[in-house]
């Protein structure tokens, strides 16, 4: 089908062919440069008319590992990713709107956490590989982004119904990345706008309406973060062949882990604790006080992505394609059955134990969801990635100014 339509944008121009005369096509190239991998989404977009929003028609979705921030110390490696992603849109695009068609880069908490110098290296070869690329370049079209955008894109989404149909039930989407977490949703109390901090309320701009809105991004509190938090690893100065203990890893374990271009010792408690006890009162210390806590999302439900997903899948807790709806409560059961007997999911991660008690704590002490709170897991709506590069492309387009 889109074959025959780029054969037929060839040979008519869109303004001379009558069929055509009001329907616009155009393409956006999105990549989410994340801690954990970086990935590329090409969005096509149809528009059939001035006075409708343009609709999305397909996605064109890749993903390398591992992130940008791997390659602090090799910018130039890390920026090869980067081009090897972007050669799958040559394909993707028809030629002649090549020049029409933008190219962004957003990187997210990974490279937050990096120092600015080795970031700005990492970001400047990536800027080198879009200039030498047949694609429009936007200012600003290699940056860190603010976690709070990132909030807002993924949540606007939702909300505007692009993609989720009719949910009037859900408030608000939670995202939990490899190094930061965010929770984002649209205030419905007076009380709400009165007691957050200011800087956690944003107005935001998107089909043509504006949205009020909650958001916050958790530097450090996303799930790899949280492990080295757990394992008391995280802003330290690692000594040479120092090891790293934890009541929530299997006894007997000692092992190598490599995150943000650093590497880490860490093992079980040999002799002492282990388990779901033991291992809460662990994580506990990483969460209990460090996040804001908004009264009226405690019995709200949510729609939870990344990693949420991730590990509910890994412990079936949802099916693997379809997602599906838990409770907060669902996660602190399989945290109880998997840390109390670490022996039987000995094949699995090694950390399965602590990443389902640390969702856990972070559900219940750091957000104060209750035990009941309904979690929608969700990964693809339409064949099309649920992410916030979708709300960013969007945004991206209006702004340059490419749609109507
Ligand atoms: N559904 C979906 N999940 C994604 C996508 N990109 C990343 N993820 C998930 O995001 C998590 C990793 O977070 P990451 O983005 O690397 O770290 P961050 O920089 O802290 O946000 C994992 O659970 C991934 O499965 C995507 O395009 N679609
Ligand atoms: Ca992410």
């Known amino acids: ?66 992130g940008l921030s791997a390659y602090a110390d090799q910018p130039e490696k890390g920026a090869e990713s980067v081009k090897r992603l972007l050669d799958m849109a040559i394909d993707a695009v028809p030629p002649h709107l090549w020049k029409k068609t933008p190219v962004v880069l957003k990187a997210t908490a990974g490279l937050r956490l990096l120092s600015e110098e080795k970031a700005q290296a990492l970001l400047s070869e990536v800027k080198e590989v879009f200039e030498e690329s047949p694609f429009l370049v936007p200012e600003d079209s290699v940056s860190i982004m603010d976690g709070s955008y990132e909030g807002a894109v993924l949540n606007v989404m939702w909300f505007a119904g692009q993609l989720s149909g009719q949910n009037q039930h859900t408030t608000g989407t939670l995202d939990l990345g490899g190094a930061s977490t965010q929770i984002t949703f649209l205030p419905r109390f007076e009380e709400t706008l009165k007691e957050s901090p200011r800087d956690f309320l944003t107005s935001f701009e998107m ?9 916050h991004s958790y530097l450090g509190f996303g799930l790899k973060a949280a492990r080295l938090a757990t394992l008391g690893a995280l802003n330290t100065e690692v000594a040479d062949g120092q090891m790293f203990r934890s009541s929530c890893l299997p006894k007997q374990l000692e092992a190598e882990w490599h995150f943000g271009g650093v590497k880490y010792r860490y093992g079980g408690n040999k002799e002492g604790e282990t388990g779901f006890k033991p291992c809460y009162l662990e994580v506990l210390k990483v969460v209990k006080g460090k996040l804001h806590q908004p009264d009226e999302i405690r019995g709200s439900s949510f729609y939870a992505f990344s990693y949420y997903y991730d590990r509910a899948a890994d412990t079936n807790l949802i099916d693997y ?24 999911f000995s094949s699995a991660s090694p950390f399965l134990c602590m990443d389902l008690t640390y969702i856990t704590a972070l559900l219940k002490e750091g957000f104060g969801f209750r035990d009941n709170t309904l979690l929608q897991l969700t990964k693809k709506v339409n064949n099309i990635e649920t992410s916030w590069t979708l709300g960013a492309t969007f945004h991206l387009l209006q702004s340059l100014g490419i749609t109507y």
């Open 321 to 344: 394609e379809q997602g599906g709806v838990l409770e907060v409560r669902d996660f602190e059961r399989k945290a109880k059955e998997v840390c109390d007997n670490m022996e039987r």
């Open 1 to 66: 089908h889109s074959n025959r339509e780029m054969w037929f944008q060839d040979l008519f121009p869109p303004n001379m062919c009558p069929i055509n005369a009001k329907t616009n096509t155009f393409y956006g190239i999105m990549f989410d440069a994340g801690s954990t991998g970086t990935r590329i989404h090409i969005y096509t977009f149809v528009q059939k008319s001035p006075e409708i929003l343009p609709e999305l028609e397909g996605e064109i979705f890749e993903s390398v590992k591992p």
């Open 207 to 215: 089909f043509n309406s504006t949205y009020k809105l909650y958001t």
